[in-house]
Every structure is written in structure tokens, then in C-alpha cells.
């Protein structure tokens, strides 16, 4: 399988189509055309994904490189204290689970040392009455 690479105008070109875009130079026109008219589209496409790059003045090459770069290291750093921030959340999260937990196990237990409480001393009242009538009967 061929690989398939994104043109600038969109869309994927295929590997035999690479250099040659849709208005026509790449019949007539030299390699050195074809890479500058795909530099160009390709710094277009940069210039419109990048939100605050300036429309309205043309910004030399490495204007639009140094703005993307700056873009791409901001949302990297967005990127990381968004996961910091949720990383916080849920290790908030976990103690919480982990203390409701632990509550829920003492109040369990708590429960059950009663519950044992009282049928252990139901069994020992009843053993009693029981032996007491015994005697009594006798």
C-alpha cells in the first residue's frame, strides 16, 4: 500500500501526483515552481489554522513559523496544566473514595460487633432461661 499525504489545499494526494497541484504548473513548470507554490499553499494552510495571525499585512515565512511555533508551545503548556489539573481532580477524588470507604468499613464492623453483641447475649438469656427451667422442672 502506497502512503497517501495531506495537500495543503486538502484532501490526500497520491504518491504519484506529489508535486503537482491544481492550477496547472506542474505540466509546464520547473521543480523549483512546483516546491515554492507548495511552500506557499503550505504556509496558507499554517497561516489559517493559527488563530491570531494577522490577516490584513503579509508576514514573511519565518514570521508565520516563529507564530505557529509560539502557538503550538501554548497549547502544549494549556495542554498540561489542563492534565494537572485533572490529575488533581482525581486524586481528590480517590482520597475521598478511599475516606468514604473506610467510614463505610467502621460503620460495618461497628454494626456487626453489635449485631453479635446482641445475639451473643440473646443466645446466653436464652441458655440461661433455659437452664433455669430446666432446674425449675426438676
Do not use: F, W
Amino acid at each position: 500500500m502506497k502512503a497517501m499525504v495531506v495537500s495543503p489545499l486538502g484532501g490526500r494526494v497520491p504518491p504519484d501526483h506529489r508535486g503537482v497541484l491544481h492550477n496547472g504548473l506542474g505540466i509546464g513548470g520547473t521543480r523549483r515552481d512546483l516546491e515554492a507554490e507548495e511552500v506557499a499553499a503550505y504556509l496558507t494552510k499554517l497561516r489559517s489554522l493559527v488563530p491570531d495571525m494577522p490577516r490584513k499585512r503579509k508576514l514573511s515565512k519565518l514570521e508565520v513559523i516563529q507564530r505557529v511555533i509560539e502557538y503550538i508551545c501554548d497549547l502544549q503548556t494549556a495542554l498540561e496544566e489542563t492534565n494537572a489539573h485533572q490529575d488533581a481532580t482525581i486524586t481528590t477524588t480517590t482520597t475521598t473514595t478511599q475516606s468514604s470507604r473506610q467510614s463505610l468499613l467502621n460503620t460495618t464492623m461497628t454494626t456487626a460487633a453489635t449485631t453479635a453483641s446482641t445475639v451473643a447475649t440473646s443466645v446466653v438469656t436464652t441458655t440461661t432461661t433455659s437452664a433455669t427451667a430446666t432446674v425449675a422442672e426438676r
